[in-house]
């Protein structure tokens, strides 16, 4: 298993950037298949984006394409999410997630969570 941590979230305006990050710890960083989830206040966790054991195939959602990217750094054991022209409907709690091998967009297949950072985008 694995033990997740983010970092990085704040108080941004609309149209800047942040980049999070996700730190693991425990078994080996590359079996796992990332993603990062977000929820907003009154609203379920959605899907943002995932990424695979090798950092070869990202998916996003429709609501973040184009402007934040998925990475991984394996032998760092870190994942990164790159937000650029942030949005006050980016306005969430950021988690990172993890399950062994292959990418999926749906948050109950994932079985390893970090405790989530906050991103505020004001207008």
């Known amino acids: 298993q694995v033990q997740l941590v983010e970092s990085g979230g704040g108080r941004v305006q609309t149209g800047d950037s942040l980049r999070l990050s996700c730190a693991a710890s425990g078994d080996i960083f590359s079996n796992y298949a990332m993603a990062w989830f977000r929820q907003a206040p009154g609203k379920e966790q959605e899907f943002v984006a995932t990424i695979s054991t090798s950092g070869g195939s990202a998916i996003y959602a429709d609501s973040v394409k184009g402007r934040f990217t998925i990475s991984r750094d394996n032998a760092k054991k870190t994942v990164f999410l790159q937000m650029n022209g942030l949005k006050p409907e980016d306005t969430a709690v950021y988690y990172c997630?993890?399950?062994?091998?292959?990418?999926?967009?749906?948050?109950?297949?994932?079985?390893?969570w970090g405790q989530g950072t906050q991103v505020t985008v004001s207008s």
């Open positions: 997630a993890g399950r062994l091998l292959g990418q999926r967009v749906a948050r109950g297949e994932y079985d390893y």
